[in-house]
């Protein structure tokens, strides 16, 4: 008896077969919490007590040095401004985007699909494809130069403006799509009845947008900017690829602490940092974000 | 308020062939109740919709109050409407709902308050105003969109078969509700739904439409009494009207061996084919100018007794009184109401001048 | 004999049909148009001038200004690329290790899928929650301490080492993925399946799985292209079997510019693929496995 527990017979069997219910069910999950508890708890616990490490048993030291390096406080400083910055940015084009193809403009398919693309692109190719740009002679200058403006050394560390306003157009082009996805899924959720409605009874379109659209999409955009702000806090391949060690990010230091300073205890400590602050945000989201309308879930 | 012209409406959904609205014109006067109906698909739904402005029509126009409207967005055209799924935004508290259409308008706050305190009551969603439509059950919610529909001064009063989603009881009572709250505002109205009862019980004039066109416009006892062809007889009153095909001989319409009613005298020879409702045939003891028929089946309803009988191969229904007892297989005797027969092309179905 | 006409009340009022809303509509059109367009170039110059610079020659890489149109075509820069070393093994391990995770993490996440599709089990809502937060945690920053884990039990710098890592990153996503594949088929089929005398294996082979194959298919390739574009954790856990994207990050500072576009472009061909095969599945995957 394996495949005879169907959720419907679940549904309508007594409390007397549950025990013998629950073993297939078990089986077939059990591998992934075994793998995911191995990849996740195990060395979680380990990195705790690598970055607690010290000559005398548990200490501060690897703390103090990850503290005490002069790229720890620009990395965190640079870490938070790229996601105070970009992530409104990302979230008015992607919202922009999405409400675009919502009025069905013609070819709309072709225009979600070239939309879309980045999203698979990964940060260390999206750093590559706009140093193209940047670059001293790429083809930002190039362009400029044919009105007889600049060069401009954008990724140049003595021009820190332009270096994180390339990196940020560069986490714009390639990780709006994904937000923008969101948007477009959950827009399609929305019934059309309601900005019907709205409409006929006498909404403009920015009331409809304020009143209707941007409140029925607070699920999907609260989805959305928990899973961008943990991602952006690991951004660090494109600040690689635009400008080296100048732009230094929190990951980028983890990256340059265990391969460049061959120290993983340090390189421990960083990941816990960016790790705890991920958490942190994704935990501040959920509280302050949190439906104060239990019953408007629909 | 105000009345609504509409002049030779087309309209054709891309990618159909068929228009879904062929060149359709009504006037719907200030303050009436005026009720489309018909099966889905025959444009009902399409005319309100632009009249709405949620649809724009490929040719034609629509005028309001004596404006223009054919284009115009729907949010400039004054309106307040009742959907088929209620449309209640989910995220707005009751209170929220109802005021809507008043916050739009930007009304001042307390007067928004004191109107949707006036909706509420009226609809007596009093005590559910804090609540939020999940909290509500399907009745209420359709209610809090029919508050949010009456308490603005809107031009004119749209529904989209707004009780097609409520169980028959409280279909039932909420159409009396629903007709009194109409009367009482006076608004014009514009109802479209495919539930024949509803049209005649709530319409000033009802407008029967097959296929992209009206059929027949009318009130609703000339419409129920006098179809106009035999897709309107068909179509309204349950059971439907009964068609039966004979021929005109002699003064008679012939319907086959000795089966015969007299026919009108503008009648000429020939086809012709008969509407008669079932309640307009009752069944007597044998007299050489009633119909025979043989009993097929007997249905007792309670207030009425339904029986299907059968004239020369032909299929009819008759609605008899309880009382009268009459069991399938026996042989009955039909008296077709001279006043209530009317008189249809079978070609084209549709009605004859002489029935009239 | 004369017919009946509908009655008709005709109108008496002939407003002249106002049309400026209708041209305000079209204007608005247009303006939808441009600025999709406007938004459609900023997302493919990147790609166009990135393909550009992959396939000029390094020789016309060096003029300035840059030339916009592809007059100097070269397979050069390409070739050079491809040809350096560490690129055609780190191809061949990121090809390894991106099928070996798709394996891994179809292996263990579509039977888990299943289960929570299929089954009611106790702490079935505390097991998805469960996944929820692992996919939102940043698994890769654990990469630190992995290698070390990795070097005791002396399976750092191997492919392997990088699956694990990869499987565990996508894991949440293929077992929500699945789920929701197998939700969609009926369980109706699978019980007539039965019923017509299938086994339970053989109902799920020969019912459940080609119905849930196109699904399973979707949720693969995006499996596949998360594996291929992880830099960290593959550049962290290897240092002779790297990745390709690991051997480009890690040769940045001192490889030519050539190198680098090409590095980009050829880094960039399967999101390319990847969003032309996906695109029916986009919105459902992000929709259904993200709430």
Known sequence: MTRTELVREGARGGRASRSRRLSPALLLISPSIILMLLLFAWPMVAGILQAFQSPDGLGLDHIERMVGDGQFGPAVRNTLLLIVVLLPVQFVLAIVMALLLHQRPKGQGLYFYLWAVPIAVSDLAAGLVWLAIFTDNGYLNSALSTIGVGPVSWLSYTNPTSQFTAILVAELWRATSLVMVIVVSGLQGIPKDYDEAANVFGATYWTRLRHVWLPLLKPSLQVALILRTILAFQTFAVAQALTGQDFPLLVGETYRFYTALQNPNVASALALVVMFVSMAAAFLYLRVLRDGTKGAAR | ?356 | MSTLAPSRTEQSDDVPVDLRPLRRLKRNRLLLQLACVAVSLFMVVPFYLIAVAAFSSPAAMNEFPLRFLPTAFSVETMSTFLSSTGVGAGLINSLIVAVGTLALSLVVGAPAGYAIARYVFKGRDQYQLFLLFTRALPIVVLSVPLAELFLNVGMYDTPLAVVLLHTALTLPTTILVTASVFLAVPVDVEEAARIFGCGPLGAFGRVVLPLALPGISAASIFTFVLSWNEVLGATILTLNQRTLPATVLSSLSDSPLTFRFAGGFFLIVPALIFIAVMRKYLINMWGTTIR
């Open chain 2, 1 to 356: 308020m105000a009345d609504i012209s509409i002049r030779n409406l087309v309209k054709t959904y891309p990618g159909n062939t068929e228009p879904a609205t062929k060149n359709i014109s009504l006037h719907v006067e200030d303050g009436e109740f005026m009720v489309l109906l018909g099966p889905s698909g025959c444009g009902k739904t399409t005319l309100l919709r632009m009249i709405a402005g949620l649809e724009l029509p490929d040719a034609g126009a629509i005028s309001i109050g004596g404006r223009d409207m054919t284009y115009l967005p729907p949010n400039r055209r004054n309106l307040s409407m009742v959907f088929q799924s209620y449309a209640v935004f989910p995220h707005r508290r009751v209170r929220q709902n109802i005021g809507f259409g008043l916050m739009t308008r930007k009304m001042p706050k307390d007067e928004i308050a004191r109107k949707v305190a006036w909706a509420a009551e009226l609809l007596q969603l009093t005590p559910y105003l804090d609540r939020y439509p999940a909290q509500l059950s399907g009745g209420q919610r359709q209610r809090v969109a029919v508050a949010r529909a009456i308490v603005v001064d809107a031009d004119v009063l749209l529904m989209d078969e707004p009780l097609s989603n409520l169980d028959a009881l409280l279909r039932l009572n909420f159409r009396a509700e629903l007709k009194k709250i109409v009367e009482h505002i006076g608004t014009t109205t514009v109802y479209v739904t495919h539930d024949q009862v509803e049209a005649l019980s709530l319409g000033d004039r009802v407008a029967v439409m097959e296929a992209g066109k009206i059929a027949q416009l009318g009130h609703p006892m000339e419409v129920y009494d006098r179809p106009a062809d035999t897709f309107v007889g068909g179509f309204i009153g349950s059971p439907p009207m009964n068609f039966l095909d004979g021929q005109v001989a002699d003064g008679r319409i012939i319907f086959g061996e000795g089966a015969s009613i007299p026919a009108p005298a503008a009648v000429p020879p020939g086809p012709i084919r008969i509407g008669i409702r079932a309640e307009a045939i009752s069944i007597a003891a044998h007299r050489p100018d009633l119909v025979p028929a043989v009993v097929d089946v007997v249905e007792p309803l309670g207030a009425a007794t339904l029986l299907t009988v059968k004239v020369a191969d032909q299929s009819l229904k008759v609605q008899i009184p309880p009382s009268q007892r009459v069991s399938s297989g026996e042989t009955v005797f039909l008296h077709f109401a001279p006043d209530s027969v009317r008189l249809y092309d079978p070609q084209t179905g549709l009605g004859l001048l002489a029935s009239v």
